[in-house]
């Protein structure tokens, strides 16, 4: 139980940014939309100002000037004629206005979002793979691709409502002022109302944070009824009930929160209205109405048209002040958003390239006294393993589930650095290359290989296509098995994969999938190969002749493949067993039976279950 | 959801029809929430006419110099009123309308459980209907709320609208037409722009998609790799261009068709109005019809009063909407399941017999749902075709083949998920048709390959629903044991009370997948039943992890009766009987001896997987 309570001290520590920090994060949003249109934000902001401006003089003002003028019996001609044109420059100001915001403003939202997505794209490829297992880091980095475009279009939001409010607050409270200056004590008020409702958010706050791991609860069970993978299991036991029971409990729950919090946020939000709606609109009327009526123009009162102004205006200043006071609310809560996205991007990652560019036709690797350990793991993943891999040679790693095999090639790939020790290209350590030349030399299937949705000849090359690759792409999907499938798609190497974006997509299954991201290697004839588990996805049949055009094709390649079948590490030069992190033993497949060690086992184990009595027989 | 971008005509009735069923399991679900809804929009609505009179009496007081100790009276009256109808407000809006949305949603969300388990799997794999399953679990609790905020506004807008009428009427008639008019434009102007909105959501769906989907590429940890070590990164970003420019044109076409009807059909003509009606009023004051305070009050109410009736004309089309909306889950809680029967008490197991049992997907799902068009003869591809086989008690039973030969799917026939579509399925000689499906699958376990574990207890994981100390604590420590798990079982914290997953318990446990696949074995052996179906249960372990859980295995089903299937082929060894299954056909049964002389399929199967070992065993001797 310690565990959580950590958790939440710590996201209320996160949850603070400074009053200058939060300026600045403000100001990192108006930057990346000046960035993208200097010119946009200058303007949006004018047309807010215009807007406000032509709000007010049609509105308060107008109403007070005509009465007015009706009152000290001025010509009503005089005024038509200023009624005229103020309608003719409002009209033509709102054609303009319009224009820019449904037509210009649209579009400029677009590129602003486009700007910073990409910026974020841009970074995300960067930064090193351990940032994804860093959780704290990875809520962040998700928060930031998630909210990003979105926040910097409502900062410009914000200080948009802001200024409009400023302005509406100001020019009615000029005219206030200018009528009556008492009238500005019951402006005021909103003010005031400020601190109730700061404790007010606090508690809605709290309560909402009380609700979260039940509302989470909720969501859960919702899962488990709709997702198809629960489907099954959902049918032919009894789990359903306790869900459905985890249901019910939950509104006790929320019934039980309910009256903890609900009286006190009702008392105060009715304090809070009884201020803004009650005191302060009908206090400045009955002012004003007292004022006309005893006293009047004559004695220092109001005439008939400034208590009309006082009427109509006093609400909306006491509304505006009040959302005043919210908006810089507002972007506190932007601001908060945004160190995440700030973080993000100034974030410098830790893998970065050399000078040196990597050999093309590769070379031996050397893998000296390599050490790894997971950030925040209590022990190395990897100990103290060196091994040589020599040009043109193939090496099978095998070993137990979790003992350092798929650990060891994303070093190799240098997705992740090494703690201690080195690994060298033909001598060279492989940090002082560039990333792109180095990585560039390895063809890779990884256990958990991804497809994009995008053409089967773009998903094979993996890079925008050239001239002369359609026969490249051909001979590929041939060596790996896929052709055929490949050729019965209705577009053929063009059929988009899955029917996401395309109806005439394809959806394949996995063991063809498989196959497809296989073809990825033999495509680009990179000196270096690696395999994760190629073949777990595939029937025995399927996966002997995969294994046999494997080494067929990568002749002449180094090719280091990870199985957990040992019946294909027979293809292999040099075997690896990894035991927990160490290099358990290493030789030929003859070598290694001969020694009766770990591996001879771990071989007979399974031949046994192929070959029953015949292996005891012959031992 | 694509279904959201059609947009199909709905006759009025069927518009009544549904937003009434909508309120009418509003009612019967929290009728609570239903009532304090309207009372709400009841008590808006007047506050909001005693707002139009008051003013409306104070200005003309003004005007003609009225007495201010009755306005004093009057006004704390107002005041009074307005600090009651605050105090609701906040009490309903900050504290209590939260609970009862809650209530509701839980109990339509118990209603939609309920339903959606009763349901054939079959219609799960039918994608519309998913999508549309999958949208009224999300959207229908949701949809209920809006169709409740509708119903609330529509009681506040038209008592708040009426008064201002009446008010209006006592004035000037023909200021009261000009108001209809101008809202009548003014909705004209607004269901024109929705037409254009829509359009353009429609047209930008699939842009929208694929950002998200390139986003999702960017932040998902599943693609970091691969981006790194290839090229990919250059064509997403081409991808991402592209969709961008094809937003941004988009964008443009549509805003100006959208300035057109709303910038310039809605306001600018609702700025001239404004004008008019001024001009209008300035008339009658110079022609002394009304008072300065009447000019003003008439002014005020005639705008307040055009931005009332929009807002309830607007109203009426969100029925429509919402409509739409509750077709479907009116649709999802109409669909029955067609897979049913009478008999609840189920004999003890003696024999299961497959009868010339063919089977397709396709036909499945398509024959149940909406009867859609029938697929094509030749896209129906069976998965099982005139299967044959007899299970007695105690038979030891093996199903091999080849990635899909229907293995799994003849485990699914067997559990009744699905229905064969050809021949028939015997238990103790009666057609399982007959059985309850519930009461049929208690007396079978099965690990299925894609079994789940919950977010819950160890204890609850194995029980497969409540745990109780006393009655369960025995035989959920005997089945972790049988399933071999014990040792990692003495590592967890809490014993079998240790709670699995990391989902809501900061404390709980991560499995690895081996170890989920014991969990799931175990559950099978509390469940205790004479019968179990183990589908690929070591495919998630090493050969070390294998060897010892099938030993487990065995050595605990001596007398039950074990069907297992495997595309390993070294398990098959002791079945007593071994079916080779072939594209959904069984093309071989015998013994592993039996086959292995036959020397057919199974036979060349074996040899396949076998070769290396014995090659190298070979040599080596």
Redesign the interface.
């Known amino acids: ?1 310690k ?2 309570k950590d ?1 939440k001290d710590k996201k209320k520590k996160e949850k603070k940014v400074s009053l200058k920090r939060t300026w600045q994060n403000n100001l990192f949003a108006l930057r990346e939309i000046g960035k993208a249109s200097p010119f946009y934000l200058i303007v949006y902001l004018s047309s807010t100002v215009i807007y406000g401006l032509l709000e007010f003089f ?1 509105g308060a003002y ?2 007070r000037k ?2 007015n003028s ?2 000290v019996g001025e010509e ?1 001609s005089g ?2 004629m200023y ?1 005229a044109v ?2 003719a420059v ?2 033509v100001s ?2 303009v206005l ?2 820019f ?4 403003s ?2 400029m ?3 602003i979002a ?1 700007q910073i ?2 910026e ?2 841009a970074k ?2 960067e930064v090193e ?1 351990g940032c ?2 860093n959780p704290a880091f ?1 809520d962040k ?2 928060r930031a ?2 909210e990003a475009s979105y926040r910097v279009s409502q900062v410009l939001d914000t200080l948009d409502t802001l200024l409009s409010h400023i302005i509406t607050t100001s020019a009615n409270s000029f005219l206030l002022f200018f009528i009556d200056p008492w009238l500005m004590v019951f402006a005021c008020i909103p003010l005031f109302l400020g601190f109730i409702k700061k404790k007010e958010s606090k508690i ?1 706050h709290d309560w909402s944070v009380a609700r979260k ?1 039940t509302e ?3 969501w ?3 899962r ?3 997702l ?18 985890d ?2 409990e ?2 006790r729950v ?2 039980d929160l ?1 009256n903890k ?3 006190k ?3 105060l ?2 304090l809070r ?2 201020g803004l ?2 005191l302060t609109v ?1 206090g400045a ?2 002012y004003a ?2 004022s ?3 006293l009047g123009p004559a004695n220092g009162g109001m005439s ?2 400034d ?2 102004v006082v ?2 205006s006093i609400s909306t200043v006491s509304y505006s002040l009040n959302y005043i006071v919210d908006t810089l609310t507002q972007f506190h809560e932007h601001a908060l958003f945004l160190e995440d996205v700030r973080y993000f991007l100034d974030y410098q990652p830790t893998i970065v390239g050399g000078e040196r560019i990597a050999s093309e036709d590769g070379g031996e690797l050397r893998v000296e006294h390599v050490s790894f350990r997971y950030d925040g793991a209590e022990k190395d993943t990897l100990e103290d393993i060196s091994f040589t891999l020599k040009k043109g040679e193939r090496l099978a790693l095998v070993g ?3 003992s350092g095999k798929t650990t060891l090639v ?1 070093l190799l ?1 240098r ?1 992740y650095d090494p703690k201690e020790g080195e690994i060298l290209l033909n001598g060279v350590n492989i940090k002082e290359m560039t990333l792109d030349s180095y ?1 560039d030399r ?1 063809g ?1 299937v ?1 256990q ?3 497809l ?3 053409s089967v000849r ?1 998903n094979v090359l ?3 296509p050239r001239e002369g690759d359609e026969e490249l792409v051909i001979r590929a999907l041939k060596e790996s098995g896929a052709y055929e499938r490949v050729m019965r798609l209705p577009k053929g190497l063009d059929t988009v994969l899955t029917r ?2 395309d109806d005439e997509g394809a959806n394949l ?1 996995v ?1 063809e999938q498989q196959k497809l991201s296989l073809a ?1 290697v033999f495509a680009e004839n990179t000196p270096f190969v690696i395999l994760d588990e190629p073949s777990s996805a ?5 996966e ?1 002749t995969m294994f046999e055009n494997m080494m067929r094709a990568t002749e002449g390649r180094s090719v280091i493949f990870i199985s ?5 590490a ?1 293809l292999a030069d040099r075997v690896i067993l990894m035991d927990e992190g160490k290099i358990a033993e290493i030789g030929t ?2 070598e290694l ?2 020694r009766g060690g770990k591996y001879a086992e ?6 046994e ?4 009595s ?2 005891t027989d ?2 | 959801m694509s279904k959201e971008t059609k947009q199909p005509k709905q006759p009025i009735a069927t518009i009544i029809g549904n937003n009434l069923f909508m309120l009418g399991r509003i009612a019967k679900y929290a009728p609570a929430y239903f009532f304090a809804s309207l009372f709400w929009g009841m008590l808006h609505g007047v506050r909001s006419s005693m707002t139009a009179i008051y ?1 409306f009496y ?2 003309n ?3 003609e ?2 007495d ?1 100790p009755y ?2 009276k009057l ?1 704390l009256l ?2 009074a009123f ?2 009651i109808v ?2 609701y ?3 309903y809006s ?3 309308s ?2 009862l949305q ?2 509701l ?2 109990k339509m ?2 209603e ?3 339903k ?2 009763s349901l054939d ?1 079959a219609y ?2 039918d994608p519309e209907f ?1 999508n549309d ?2 949208w009224a ?2 959207e229908s609790d949701r949809r209920a709320i809006y169709v409740m905020n509708t119903v609330r506004g529509f009681c506040y807008q038209i008592v708040s609208f009426s008064t201002s009428f009446a008010l209006i009427l006592t004035v000037k008639p023909m200021a009261a037409i000009i108001v209809l008019v101008s809202s009548i434009f003014s909705v004209i102007c607004s269901f024109m722009s929705n037409k254009v909105n829509f359009a353009h959501r429609k047209e930008a769906n ?1 842009l929208w ?3 998200g ?3 999702r ?3 998902l ?20 261009d592209e969709t ?1 420019d094809k ?2 044109s988009l ?2 076409k549509y ?2 068709k ?2 057109l009807c ?3 059909g809605w ?2 003509f609702a ?2 109005t ?2 008019l009606i ?2 209008y009023m ?1 008339g009658l ?2 022609a002394g019809e009304i008072a ?2 009447g ?2 009050a008439s ?2 109410l005639v705008l307040q009063m055009r931005g009332t009736l929009s807002n309830l004309l607007g109203n009426f089309a969100r029925y429509a909407e919402h409509s739409l909306y509750i077709e479907k889950y009116r649709e999802f809680l109409r669909t029955e399941p067609t897979i049913r029967g009478e008999i609840t008490e189920i004999p003890e197991f003696e024999t299961l017999e497959f009868r010339n049992v063919s089977f397709s997907y396709e036909f499945s799902s398509h024959a149940k749902y909406r009867f859609r068009d029938k697929p094509s003869e030749e896209k129906i591809s069976e998965a099982l075709k005139d299967v044959n086989l007899t299970i007695r008690a105690g038979d030891k039973i093996a199903i091999v083949g ?3 030969a229907g293995k799994t799917t003849l485990i ?1 026939l067997m ?1 009744r ?1 699905y229905d064969p579509t050809e021949g028939e399925i015997l238990y103790n000689g009666v057609n399982i048709r007959n059985y309850d ?1 519930d009461a049929y ?1 208690q007396k ?1 376990g ?1 690990v ?1 390959q ?3 574990i ?3 207890t160890v204890a ?1 994981n194995v ?4 745990y109780v100390e006393e009655r369960d604590r025995e035989r959920v420590l005997a089945s972790l044991e049988k399933a071999d798990f014990s040792e990692k079982l003495a590592t967890l914290p809490d014993g079998i009370l240790t709670h699995l997953t990391r ?2 318990n ?2 709980g446990v991560n499995l ?1 997948g ?1 170890e989920s696949q014991k969990v799931a074995i175990a ?1 099978v052996f509390a469940q205790d039943t004479p019968m179990m179906i183990m589908d690929e249960p070591s495919s998630a ?5 294998e ?1 010892h859980l099938n030993q487990s295995i065995l050595h605990h089903t001596e007398d039950k009766t074990v069907v297992f299937i495997s ?5 098959t ?1 002791i079945a007593d009987r071994i079916y080779m299954f072939d594209t959904g056909r069984v093309v071989e049964v015998g013994s592993h001896e039996e086959l292995l002389a036959k020397d057919g399929k199974y036979a060349e ?2 040899r ?11 040599t ?2």
């Open positions: 139980m565990q959580p958790k049609t107008l109403l005509i009465v009706v009152e009503l005024i038509v009624v103020l309608m409002t009209v709102y054609l319009n224009w915001w449904h037509v210009i649209p579009k939202q677009q590129k486009m997505q990409k974020l794209f995300a490829s793979l994804y297992e990875y980095y998700v691709m998630d809605s791991s989470r609860r909720v859960y069970v919702q488990t009824f709709y198809s993978d629960y489907a099954k299991e959902m049918r032919i036991g009894g789990m359903y009930r306790l869900m459905l029971r249901l019910r939950s509104y929320f019934r309910t919090y609900g009286l946020v009702t008392l939000s009715t209205h009884f709606d009650v009908f009327t009955l109405v007292w006309t009526m005893y008939v048209g208590c009309v009427i109509g137990s589930n979790g994303k790939l997705l990585r390895f890779t990884f958990d290989f991804k994009f949705s995008l773009e993996l890079r925008e996401e974006f299954s063991g990825r595939l029937d025995p049949i399927a002997y957990h079948r040992l019946s294909s027979v497949h003859e039976l001969a771990m071989f007979s184990r399974q031949a279950n192929y070959l029953g015949e292996v012959n031992e | 003013t104070l200005l007081a003004i005007g110099g009225g201010f306005v004093l006004t107002v005041m307005f600090t605050w105090f407000d906040s009490w900050k504290a209590y939260s609970l809650k209530k949603h839980l969300h118990e939609l459980f309920v959606a388990r799997i799960f794999d998913y399953f999958v679990m999300n699939p998609r694929k950002h989907y390139l986003n590429v960017y932040h940890p599943d693609y970091a790799k691969e981006i790194r070590v290839s090229h990919a990164n250059d064509l997403l970003l081409k991808e991402y961008a937003k941004i964008a443009v805003g100006k959208y300035f709303w910038g310039v306001e600018v700025e001239i404004r004008f001024i001009f300035m004051l110079a300065i305070g000019f003003v002014i005020t080849y990635n899909g699914k559990m998920l499906p699958r079978i099965t299925f894609d079994f789940k919950f977010a819950a609850e029980v497969n629903g409540e989902e809501f900061d404390a690895s081996g559950r372990l090493d050969p070390m992890a060897y595309h390993r082929l070294s398990t060894r199967m074996f396949l997987q076998s070769e290396k070992y014995r090659t190298e065993e070979q080596l001797s």
